[in-house]
């Protein structure tokens, strides 16, 4: 979901796109990796509003249960009704985040 929203994002002229490709199943297959990453980089982007938090997953069945704090809902489901909610300046960092592909 993730990268379709992101791709999706592409095509409206969003330049600085980031997407964490595997999901956390994928990361935690990895080798050597933790079930935590570092945060401060990504929370000091969100504090001085340097980058927009976006989740993909649908929004009653996951983000009303639990998201991260200041991340917006932009259900990939629903990308096209709902991407005028992604910010007007399309040089803003936009972090998209998911479940991974399954």
Same mark, same amino acid.
């Given at each position: 979901? =993730?990268?379709?929203?992101?791709?999706?994002?592409?095509?409206? *002229? &969003?330049? !600085?796109?980031?997407?964490?490709?595997? *999901?956390? @199943?994928?990361?935690?297959?990895?080798?050597?990796?933790?079930?935590?990453?570092?945060?401060?980089?990504?929370?000091?982007?969100?504090?001085?509003?340097?980058?927009?938090?976006?989740?993909?997953?649908?929004?009653?069945?996951?983000?009303?249960? *639990?998201?991260? @704090? =200041?991340?917006?809902?932009?259900? %990939?489901?629903?990308?096209?009704?709902?991407?005028?909610?992604? @910010?007007? %300046?399309? !040089? /803003? @960092?936009?972090?998209?985040?998911?479940?991974? &592909? /399954?």
């Amino acid at each position: 979901m =993730s990268h379709n929203s992101a791709w999706k994002a592409e095509k409206l *002229g &969003y330049r !600085n796109v980031k997407v964490f490709d595997a *999901g956390f @199943p994928g990361w935690m297959q990895g080798s050597g990796n933790f079930a935590s990453v570092e945060s401060e980089y990504v929370a000091a982007q969100l504090e001085a509003n340097a980058a927009v938090l976006i989740d993909s997953r649908a929004k009653k069945a996951k983000f009303d249960q *639990g998201h991260i @704090p =200041s991340a917006i809902s932009i259900p %990939d489901s629903e990308f096209e009704k709902m991407g005028g909610r992604l @910010p007007r %300046d399309i !040089n /803003t @960092p936009l972090i998209f985040y998911c479940e991974g &592909y /399954t």
